[in-house]
């Protein structure tokens, strides 16, 4: 019998990274962005389509804020968004020294019962969430506050028995969930679309979200990248 060739053709990165000693910076923020909640005007970007219930939504220029606490955490966060552009692409250092990364920002503060529902971003190339709190938990509510991740390969289990029915690894069927931790960073490509479960905390659950998109230093910021690499 000839050998058997298999190749992964199909995967999805998503990183999973954690900001070292992130107790006092998120401590910072959270007081930060309730203080931002209670005393700022209505936010004046557009909101999206995107459903919410019991969720407050800053504006989308949250790392634009020259406020240190908050700059801190926007070099955390774009620095491995770069990281995963120059992995993922193969790029050299002197290739990533002519790109520039481009953002929306902003964060959520989610109350008992709140959620959002499931959406992608279509206008980026990477998104991220970091918490800053994640809430008490609830044992009564184990999918409580859950950032879940869709698989997107939407036939995929159209049909099981044995012979699929328990394929390991990366070749499984269904979506992926997480507890996010206090400073726990998750990055994915924006094509994939997520939601948050209800919370059922009685306090606050606080995350920043952000979505990414890549262009060579003297192109503008919304002209489409066209040129294939040599």
């Known amino acids: ?8 053709y199909f995967p999805v990165p998503v ?20 203080h931002w909640e209670r005393n700022e005007p209505p936010r004046t970007t557009v909101p999206t389509p995107v459903v919410k219930e019991a ?30 552009v120059m992995r993922m692409n193969g790029y050299s250092t002197a290739e990533m020294q002519k ?32 918490c800053v709190s994640p809430g008490e938990s609830d044992a009564a509510h184990p999918q409580s ?9 939407a036939e995929a289990n159209m049909y099981l028995d044995a012979g699929n029915a328990h394929l390991s690894g990366t070749y499984g069927f269904g979506n992926m969930g997480w507890h996010l931790q206090a400073g726990q960073l998750i990055i994915f490509p924006s094509y ?21 998109w890549i262009r060579e230093e003297n192109q503008a910021s919304d002209e489409p990248l066209i040129r294939q690499r040599a």
């Open 1 to 8: 019998m000839a050998s058997l060739t298999i190749r992964d």
């Open 145 to 153: 506050g859950v950032l879940r991740l869709f698989d997107n390969r």
């Open 192 to 212: 994939l679309f997520h939601e948050v479960a209800p919370f059922w905390g009685s306090d606050e659950r606080i995350t920043v979200a952000f979505n990414c």
């Open 15 to 34: 990183a999973d990274t954690q900001l070292p000693d992130a107790g006092e910076l998120n401590a910072a923020l959270k007081d930060v962005f309730l």
């Open 99 to 130: 790109l520039r990364i481009y953002d929306h920002s902003w964060y959520h503060i989610t109350r008992h019962g709140g959620y959002t529902g499931p959406h992608n971003h279509p206008m980026a190339s990477w998104s991220g969430v970091y």
């Open 55 to 84: 969720v407050y939504e800053s504006d989308f220029s949250l790392f634009r804020r020259q406020n240190p606490h908050v700059q801190r955490l926007a070099r955390f966060c774009l620095s491995n968004v770069g990281e995963m």
